[in-house]
């Protein structure tokens, strides 16, 4: 082989080596200095920001050029603050600790409780359950012998299930007033109808199981048993014939009549659409068939709920008397359970008021024991009555009455981390929370309470970027955002210089943008009746000063003290203004009414469409220049800053964009 050829071959092989690892990594659609950006970051950060994946597929190249742009300008600002060494300036750090904290126990709530228990209820609601039930009931706040009465109880019921019917032991010893005639059975549900721990022993028996041990809810204990479990059908679609009584009774066997002739017809094959147009006394459904929408369960009367739900798809049924009249109904149809995406939010307010407090319970116990929560008993007796019960913590002296020894001694520990009494004062005293309670000691136990559940959140938060990879690149972000705030006063709002100098020349470059509109000045009396207006106007007639008359009778909210002065008003404002207006200055027609009552009108002067002065324009003149000379320092800025830092764009790439599938955030 040629000497020659030999090292040329191996820098043309070594040439495809690096084009082979370029193209398998990810594409870089920028590079501002060394920091590239990908893609992939792109399409991130553009879907965040512009309604989402789906409507960044029909985004046009050059929305995506403007968006390309933009967040090349941010990241050339955060390059330059962290080049600056903005993360070590000491107001930067604390904002950063403190937020990482608060948002880090924010981000594991959601993920760890509040997302998961959404995404269970909504997939609970894909099935009804259809249950009975033995209560027996607890006050409020029993005494532990009536709790241990009523469990004994319970445990009893149960020991008789296997012997006896379900319904027959319903009907006998449940508390229940509706046990007598339902036997204990609550028809169908889905989950949200219940209150959170009858919920979860439901779902979490097959059909045909009862509860191996009563369960506790604000009632007292339930004895459960789950007798069916079906798909849940959503809401349904009925159509419905009304027949209407009349007042005699006479009237009434005839409406009974027709009803049962016209389901005789409808039985026969005769069309229930056509049967409702004809015969019908519902006139808002009559023209549309008889159709009356769809109904969801729980959001009727259980016996309509049960006719509907009861009746098979396409079937009608026989008429149901009701107090004003006979229906004949038919089911139409069933809508289904909605997407996830279509009932989030609804998922989210139900969930956060039925069951959060529950779960957030739970899982704040868990905690306890997963960080070893102690407490010290000797200083939380001391503690509680430490305190006048006669003042609040709004008083910043609240804490005066321990003595300097008490509030150095260890409250808890959490993962043997000590927290002071002087720990629970700095928590009260930063918190809203307390500022109006009473120091007892029922209070003052709450208080520790919160403070060791905020000790427990702040160790979990400590460990939410290792257990979430995603809560890192969250807390960059707002690591940049607080970055990109910052540099920007020191680069730009503190250079913008303003002063009376710069704004006059200023307004005489844009003079034309700050102009009034033709304007009346006038006053005006209001007042509510006919014969009241003519007396005023009557007495202005004779003499009475307008000011005066104004003064007395207006009955316009705020303008006796104006004496009736509207001031300069654009002519087209509202009806008061075009009328003064087209009359003369200083004329006083004849009252004209309106509809709040009766104005009489003075026009006091009249002023035609001009620029405005300096002083007139000048706080649209400093808002304009800001916006300006801003604008210009920004422009200014990102050029130096560009020359700094080379930037380097492949916009070709971004025909590409939001062609693979969304990946989903962890």
Same mark, same amino acid.
């Given at each position: 082989?040629?000497?020659?050829?030999?090292?040329?071959?191996?820098?043309?092989?070594?040439?495809?080596?690096?084009?082979?690892?370029?193209?398998?990594?990810?594409?870089? +659609? @920028?590079?501002?200095?060394?920091?590239?950006?990908?893609?992939?970051?792109?399409?991130?950060?553009?879907?965040?920001?512009?309604?989402?994946?789906?409507?960044?597929?029909?985004?046009?190249?050059?929305? #995506?050029?403007?968006?390309?742009?933009?967040?090349?300008?941010?990241?050339?600002?955060?390059?330059?603050?962290?080049?600056?060494?903005?993360?070590?300036?000491?107001?930067?750090?604390?904002?950063?600790?403190?937020?990482?904290?608060?948002?880090?126990?924010?981000?594991?709530?959601?993920?760890?409780? =509040?997302?998961?228990?959404?995404?269970?209820?909504?997939?609970?609601?894909?099935?009804?359950?259809? *249950?009975?039930? =033995?209560?027996?009931?607890?006050?409020?706040?029993?005494?532990?012998?009536?709790?241990?009465?009523?469990?004994? !109880?319970?445990?009893?019921?149960?020991?008789?299930?296997?012997?006896?019917?379900?319904?027959?032991?319903?009907?006998?010893?449940?508390?229940?007033?509706? *046990?007598?005639?339902?036997?204990?059975?609550?028809?169908?549900?889905?989950?949200?109808?219940?209150?959170?721990?009858?919920?979860?022993?439901?779902?979490?028996?097959?059909? $045909?199981?009862?509860?191996?041990?009563?369960?506790?809810?604000?009632? $007292?204990?339930?004895?459960?048993?789950?007798?069916?479990?079906?798909?849940? /059908?959503?809401?349904?679609?009925?159509?419905?014939?009304?027949?209407?009584? !009349?007042?005699? @009774?006479?009237?009434?066997?005839?409406?009974?009549?027709?009803?049962?002739?016209?389901?005789?017809?409808?039985?026969?094959?005769?069309?229930?659409?056509?049967?409702?147009?004809?015969?019908?006394?519902?006139?808002?459904?009559?023209?549309?068939?008889?159709?009356?929408?769809?109904?969801?369960?729980?959001?009727?009367?259980?016996?309509?709920?049960?006719?509907?739900?009861?009746?098979?798809?396409?079937?009608?049924?026989?008429? +149901?008397?009701?107090?004003?009249?006979?229906?004949?109904?038919?089911?139409?149809?069933? /809508?289904?359970?909605?997407?996830?995406?279509?009932?989030?939010?609804?998922?989210?307010?139900?969930?956060?008021?039925?069951?959060?407090?529950?779960?957030?319970?739970?899982? +704040?116990?868990?905690? *306890?024991?997963?960080?070893?929560?102690?407490?010290?008993?000797?200083?939380?007796?001391?503690?509680?009555?430490?305190?006048?019960?006669?003042?609040?913590?709004?008083?910043?002296?609240?804490?005066?009455?321990?003595?300097?020894?008490?509030?150095?001694?260890?409250?808890?520990?959490?993962?043997?981390?000590? @927290?002071?009494?002087?720990?629970?004062?700095?928590?009260?005293?930063?918190?809203?929370?307390?500022?109006?309670?009473?120091?007892?000691?029922?209070?003052?136990?709450?208080?520790?309470? #919160?403070?060791?559940?905020?000790?427990?959140?702040?160790?979990?938060?400590?460990?939410?970027?290792?257990?979430?990879?995603?809560?890192?690149?969250?807390?960059?972000?707002?690591?940049? $955002?607080?970055?990109?705030?910052?540099?920007?006063?020191?680069?730009?709002?503190?250079?913008?210089?303003?002063?009376?100098?710069?704004?006059?020349?200023?307004?005489?470059?844009?003079?034309?943008?700050?102009?009034?509109?033709? %304007?009346?000045?006038?006053?005006?009396?209001?007042?509510?009746?006919?014969?009241?207006?003519?007396?005023?106007?009557?007495?202005?007639?004779?003499?009475?000063?307008?000011?005066?008359?104004?003064? /007395?009778?207006?009955?316009?909210?705020?303008?006796?003290?104006?004496?009736? +002065?509207?001031?300069?008003?654009?002519?087209?404002?509202?009806?008061?203004?075009?009328?003064?207006?087209?009359?003369?200055?200083?004329?006083?027609?004849?009252?004209?009414?309106?509809?709040?009552?009766?104005? =009489?009108?003075?026009?006091?002067?009249?002023?035609?469409?001009?620029?405005?002065?300096?002083?007139?324009?000048?706080?649209?003149?400093?808002?304009?220049?800001?916006?300006?000379?801003?604008?210009? #320092?920004?422009?200014?800025?990102?050029?130096?800053?560009?020359? %700094?830092?080379?930037?380097?764009?492949?916009?070709?790439?971004?025909?590409?964009?939001?062609?693979? !599938?969304?990946?989903?955030?962890?």
């Amino acid at each position: 082989m040629h000497k020659f050829f030999r090292p040329f071959l191996a820098g043309f092989c070594f040439a495809l080596v690096l084009a082979g690892c370029a193209g398998s990594g990810p594409a870089v +659609v @920028a590079k501002i200095g060394d920091s590239p950006l990908t893609l992939e970051e792109f399409e991130e950060s553009y879907t965040k920001n512009n309604g989402g994946w789906e409507k960044a597929t029909t985004s046009s190249y050059e929305d #995506r050029e403007k968006f390309l742009d933009l967040l090349v300008k941010f990241r050339l600002k955060v390059l330059e603050a962290r080049n600056r060494g903005l993360l070590s300036d000491s107001t930067i750090k604390s904002e950063l600790e403190g937020y990482e904290v608060t948002v880090a126990t924010s981000y594991m709530l959601e993920k760890e409780i =509040i997302g998961p228990k959404v995404l269970e209820t909504y997939n609970r609601k894909k099935e009804e359950i259809r *249950a009975s039930h =033995i209560l027996l009931r607890l006050n409020p706040e029993p005494t532990p012998a009536d709790t241990l009465a009523a469990y004994t !109880k319970a445990m009893n019921v149960i020991s008789l299930v296997p012997k006896y019917g379900f319904d027959t032991l319903a009907t006998t010893y449940s508390e229940e007033q509706s *046990a007598s005639f339902n036997k204990g059975d609550l028809g169908y549900f889905s989950s949200g109808r219940m209150v959170p721990e009858f919920d979860d022993a439901c779902y979490n028996l097959k059909v $045909g199981e009862y509860t191996p041990r009563p369960v506790r809810t604000q009632f $007292g204990y339930h004895v459960i048993k789950v007798t069916d479990r079906q798909p849940t /059908k959503g809401a349904v679609r009925v159509s419905h014939i009304l027949r209407r009584f !009349k007042d005699v @009774a006479e009237d009434s066997v005839a409406v009974t009549d027709s009803a049962w002739t016209i389901y005789r017809a409808l039985k026969a094959g005769t069309d229930f659409a056509e049967a409702a147009k004809r015969y019908s006394q519902d006139q808002g459904s009559q023209a549309n068939g008889g159709d009356i929408g769809f109904y969801e369960r729980g959001r009727i009367p259980p016996e309509i709920e049960n006719i509907f739900y009861g009746t098979p798809l396409d079937s009608v049924t026989t008429p +149901v008397r009701m107090p004003y009249g006979y229906h004949i109904f038919k089911i139409t149809g069933y /809508k289904g359970i909605p997407q996830f995406a279509d009932m989030e939010k609804e998922l989210r307010d139900q969930y956060n008021q039925t069951r959060y407090s529950t779960d957030y319970a739970r899982f +704040v116990g868990n905690l *306890a024991k997963q960080y070893r929560l102690k407490f010290d008993t000797l200083t939380i007796v001391q503690l509680l009555h430490a305190f006048d019960t006669t003042q609040t913590p709004a008083s910043w002296t609240w804490s005066d009455t321990l003595n300097a020894d008490l509030k150095k001694k260890v409250l808890l520990t959490c993962e043997g981390r000590p @927290a002071t009494v002087n720990d629970l004062i700095e928590h009260v005293n930063g918190s809203a929370e307390f500022k109006s309670i009473l120091l007892n000691p029922k209070n003052i136990q709450h208080m520790i309470e #919160r403070v060791s559940e905020a000790k427990m959140m702040e160790e979990h938060a400590r460990q939410v970027p290792q257990r979430y990879p995603a809560f890192s690149k969250l807390l960059k972000e707002y690591q940049d $955002g607080i970055l990109l705030y910052r540099i920007e006063q020191d680069e730009v709002w503190k250079k913008v210089v303003v002063n009376d100098s710069l704004l006059k020349i200023h307004h005489n470059q844009t003079r034309e943008k700050y102009r009034w509109p033709d %304007r009346v000045d006038f006053a005006e009396i209001l007042v509510t009746t006919d014969s009241m207006a003519k007396a005023v106007y009557k007495e202005i007639r004779a003499g009475k000063q307008f000011a005066e008359a104004a003064e /007395k009778y207006t009955m316009r909210n705020g303008y006796k003290e104006k004496k009736g +002065v509207w001031g300069l008003t654009p002519n087209p404002l509202n009806e008061f203004s075009r009328y003064a207006a087209i009359l003369p200055v200083d004329s006083i027609p004849p009252p004209f009414e309106h509809p709040n009552g009766w104005s =009489i009108i003075k026009v006091l002067a009249k002023d035609s469409s001009r620029v405005k002065t300096f002083e007139e324009a000048m706080p649209e003149v400093m808002s304009s220049y800001q916006e300006y000379a801003s604008k210009a #320092r920004q422009d200014e800025w990102i050029a130096e800053l560009k020359s %700094r830092y080379a930037v380097v764009l492949k916009k070709e790439l971004l025909l590409e964009a939001f062609k693979r !599938k969304p990946v989903a955030t962890q």
